[in-house]
């Protein structure tokens, strides 16, 4: 349950993997009836290029959809693909009735106008949350899919008994993927909402008020304990490379710990969510294919 810290305390840490794991259960229940009624999920991942990073990334999505019993599939396409070729590859997932989640790794070579690929993936089979009509329905809170980090980040909250209601929420970070769709879920659990970016002046005014603070820029530890309010819940969405080579979030960890109630790590605390949720949705997606989501 959801306590505000003593001061001689540390932070609590939110382990996303193993709340994922639990998460994940749900799902596989889920998905279990579904094949017990001869539908399996299936989830198509495209990609484009050779992007090391990006490669890692779709091969543990297809490992999480192993894990929870749903049909994975991966079509690697060169980075000289044209534009015309990825889009016709999305109508043919479209088609496929099989299929019932369709994404597209991002990024994307330069040349492919990423907008109108998003916009081509049918919206019943956006299971990222990422074409237009499931960012708008946030407005209205009848979004068909979350997007995969936002939704995951909830999740979060969900699992630790963090209240929401009433609290101030602080995001810092306006992304499409993360940032606006984060104040909007927050918004629609009657949190008192508030985005910030880097750009923001004063930025320590915002954060310092926040009972939940989500940060997402890119910037590496960029939240210092200095910045946050006494017993805050404080999730940390980024992920950056230092100069040693070691993977930090943008949240001073050393520091933030000090002062928080409770803290995500970096890694191990969002990234096992976001996968998670990609499988939540497809296999939401295949209940609503049939009728019954």
Known sequence: MYNLKENSMSAKIIDGKKI??????????????????????????????????????????????????LHSEIHEMPEDSSEEMVLKQIRSLNNNVDIHGILVQLPLPDHINVAKV?????VEKDVDGFH?????????????????????VQCMLEHIDVPIEGQNAVIVGRSNIVGKPMAFLLL???????????????????????????VATGQPKMI???????GAVVIDV???????GKLVGDVDFDSVKEVAGYITPVPG?????????????TVQAAERANGLG
């Open 118 to 122: 998003l916009e081509t993936i049918a």
């Open 269 to 281: 605390g969002v990234g096992p969510m976001t996968i998670t949720m990609l499988v939540a949705n």
């Open 188 to 214: 629609q659990m009657n949190a008192t909402v508030s985005i910030c970016t880097s750009k923001t002046r004063n930025l320590k005014q915002y954060t310092s008020m926040a009972d939940i603070l989500v």
């Open 224 to 230: 210092t304990g200095d910045m946050v309010k006494e």
């Open 238 to 244: 980024g992920i950056n490379r230092s100069d040693d």
């Open 20 to 69: 994922s794991k639990l998460v994940r259960l749900e799902w596989k229940e889920r998905a279990t009836k579904l094949k017990e009624k001869g539908i399996l999920p299936g989830l198509a991942v495209i990609i484009v290029g050779e992007d090391s990073a990006s490669k890692i990334y779709v091969r543990n999505k297809a490992n999480v959809c192993h894990e929870v019993g």
């Open 132 to 152: 237009l009509y499931n960012v708008g329905a946030l407005v209205t809170g009848n979004t068909i899919f979350p997007p995969c980090t936002p939704y995951g």
